[in-house]
């Protein structure tokens, strides 16, 4: 309990950081492989042409995923968790220095890829948004559901492959929706590019409320 | 450090159990969705005729995967983390004692969807066996090293979608091999069959181990 307590001080120091900056900071999490990165370097290609963007990728090992964001455009910090298994708000408050973000930006935390640690911990973020990609099955909301009632958002990632696979997407949403009655959906394909134009008017939307 | 200690006090009085009884102990670990229940309703249905078979299931919440092994012919016990990340070797031993085993049996122990924690925590099984499925990416070995590095065994599920998605077998092969320069590599498909026979042949081998 006194990890959490902490945390969340680190946390309210991250969080008035970004409302005095005008900067809105999301939380995506999911198991590992749903396409948060993939998802990310299309959300980046799109948005940096009027809002400044910057990513911090949280993994155990290796710096793969932040070198797949610069090569689409944003600055990225990288931080490696040895055996951890979640960022927290220390941990981003750290990166969040070395970025130096203009007013009025988009910041990204990718976090470890994890469907259960990081749903405890706050990181100052204005939202946890949770990525379920179709081929991990429509039963995911019921069996971990304290990441789905943290989140804001679901995004159902890789409807390109739902042809191919056993998914109920009204079922999926329903569970969803048993777990956190007032989380938003949005169905995308992250390397087709169907549903992006919903996700980014979310994001445009919560850029002008973080103003 | 102390949980691991006496984690693994329980971890040693399990695998004693398990060898004074030749029982065959695997501890099945993957992502969420990477399809261990599917496989292991699959590999029920193939052994029960030969071998008594029983499993303990792990989830955070519901039963809907000791359901599903029910279905299919074997005994099967639930165990709920609640906000717990992994299977313990304490809650493995009191799952053992209500299952009451016969001489001989294969027992699976599917674990939480989790690709970092449970890496940490022995139970007493024979082997660790990492399931990692086609659609989340042929980086996992590098991201993830903890969980390969501890597996003896890494199957490749779902490669009837191999044709839909971006996965480079050889370089997952490659990178697991960096990662754990012995482990072994299955490639299958769980829904269509395909590579069942040779996951069967390594258990009825390592069957004839335990025995
Ligand atoms: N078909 C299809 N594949 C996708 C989609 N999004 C991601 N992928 C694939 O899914 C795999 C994993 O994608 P990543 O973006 O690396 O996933 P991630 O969530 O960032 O993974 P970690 O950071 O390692 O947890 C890659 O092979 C991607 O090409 C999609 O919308 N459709
Ligand atoms: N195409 C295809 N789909 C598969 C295969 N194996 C499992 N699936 C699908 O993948 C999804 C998840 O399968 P599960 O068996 O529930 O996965 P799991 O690893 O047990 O999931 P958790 O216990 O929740 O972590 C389901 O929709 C399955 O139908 C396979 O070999 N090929
Ligand atoms: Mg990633
Ligand atoms: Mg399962």
Known sequence: QDILSKNNQYADANRRYFSEHGILSLNLVSSPGSGKTTLLTATVLALLDQ???????????????ADRIRKSGARAVQIN????????AH???????????????????????NLVCPAAFDLGEAAK??????????????KYPDMFHAASLMILNKI?????????????????????????????SATTGEGMETWLGWIRAHLEIAK
Do not use: W
């Not at 968790?81 to 927290?88: A, I, N």
């Not at 949770?130 to 995911?140: R, Y």
């Not at 390109?160 to 949005?186: E, H, K, M, S, T």
């Open 51 to 65: 809002t400044p963007v910057a990513v911090i990728e949280g993994d155990q090992q290796t710096a793969l995923d």
């Open 129 to 142: 948004v949770v990525i379920l990609s179709v081929t991990e099955g429509a039963d995911k909301p019921l």
């Open 160 to 188: 390109d492959l739902l042809p191919y696979v056993d998914f109920d997407v009204a079922a999926c949403c329903d569970y969803a929706r048993r777990i956190n009655p007032g989380i938003r959906i949005i169905q995308l």
């Open 91 to 113: 941990m981003v408050g750290h990166a969040v220095q070395d970025l130096k973000l203009q007013h009025g930006s988009a910041l990204f935390i990718e976090n470890v890829g």
């Open 81 to 88: 968790t040895g055996k951890g298994c979640h960022l927290d």
